[in-house]
């Protein structure tokens, strides 16, 4: 059985599932940047996300426009080279309009106001100041003896436009259909990504997908990226050859790929690169429910660091605004305000109402 009665997300015996909200922004071609396709509009949506998941089809059967080719006949590399071009285009062009007022400013007021004119032009699509910064460290690092920046280069104003971009929006990728294609096909994406700090992880939805169906029909027993699966008493009963047939071709390709991939990649973005943990809010400390008596009924992801007022805050605003003291409800201890939170906490907030 589940130890936990979940509002959003599930519990699978004791693994708990939190969710997270995942925007599909399909549309991007070459040359969104001018317009094409949904053009800017794709690229601001994603300025409202945390983190870019880039889906590449790893067996080369699908070509920059999204139209089938066939096994092999498209490089994934390729895939992945005309996004990141698209967006340092974007930024690029960001910055071009007002390029020779806004870097003028370093003239008076020194090489500090390059990066608060960075910042003023790209906030708007989620940059901040640390971000910037980090681009122009590597980018002057790279580039010592640049001169005026009124006087750059083309090429050097898309150094540094390639620079933010790797900032502002690190790359994931899940190298899809990485169970019909030969690992050497995407070798060189791979090294691609691992250049830049990077993570790919290779993924096969249809398997995630076929492996969610047949446990929801009660067939088998899988825990959503878990590299295996066993029969139920259903499934040993009740499934036909064909079907049969079909599980044993999913076990062979998660025992060749160590499973589908989808939650290892998005475990590894929301709390590795992300740096997000997991806090438990509950209304009764001893017996971790709510009000309704449903155990460790909401899971919310913060960053780490997070104190107990921030978590407040994280539930509802009345709560952080009316906020006296909490209990870690694992060790019964009172903490106050700036108490830090660890992965797993399980708090009760006691505020004015």
Known sequence: GSICQPNTGSCNGFTRLVPVTLVDVAGLVPGAHEGRGRGNQ???????????????????????????????AC???????????????WIEGILAGSWNKGTRRTQSEGDRAMAEWLHEQLSGIGADEIQVA??????????????????????????????LRKAMF???????????????????????????NGLLVATTAESELALRRAAKAGLIAYVPGE??????????????????????????????????????LL??????????????????????????????PDALLVKRGTTAKGLAYAVHTDLGDGFIRATDARTSRIIGAEH?????????????T
């Open 267 to 296: 475990s590894a973005v929301v709390y590795d690169r992300l740096d997000q943990i997991v806090a438990h809010p509950v209304q009764d400390e001893t017996h971790w429910t709510d009000g309704d008596g449903r155990v460790l």
């Open 134 to 163: 980090q681009a122009l460290a590597v980018f002057h690092q790279r580039n010592r003896d640049v001169g005026n920046p009124w006087q750059w280069s083309a090429e050097l104003k898309r150094e540094l436009a390639d620079e």
């Open 75 to 89: 490089d994934p590399l390729a895939e992945h080279e005309f996004l990141v071009d698209e967006l340092a285009a």
């Open 227 to 264: 590299p295996e699966f066993e029969l139920t008493a259903a499934g040993v009963e009740g499934l036909t050859a064909p079907q049969r047939q079909g599980l044993d071709e999913l076990a062979d390709r998660l025992s060749r790929l160590g499973g589908s991939g989808i939650v290892p």
């Open 170 to 196: 690190p790359l994931f990728v899940a190298a899809n259909k990485a169970d019909l294609a030969e690992p050497a096909l995407w070798e060189a994406l791979e090294a691609r990504v691992a250049e830049e």
């Open 42 to 72: 794709f690229l601001s949506d994603l300025a409202a996300c945390d983190a870019l998941i880039q889906v590449v089809d790893a067996s080369g059967a699908t070509d920059l426009e999204g139209n089938p080719s066939g096994l092999g």
């Open 340 to 352: 830090e939170l660890e992965d797993g906490a399980v708090v009760k907030i006691h505020a004015k």
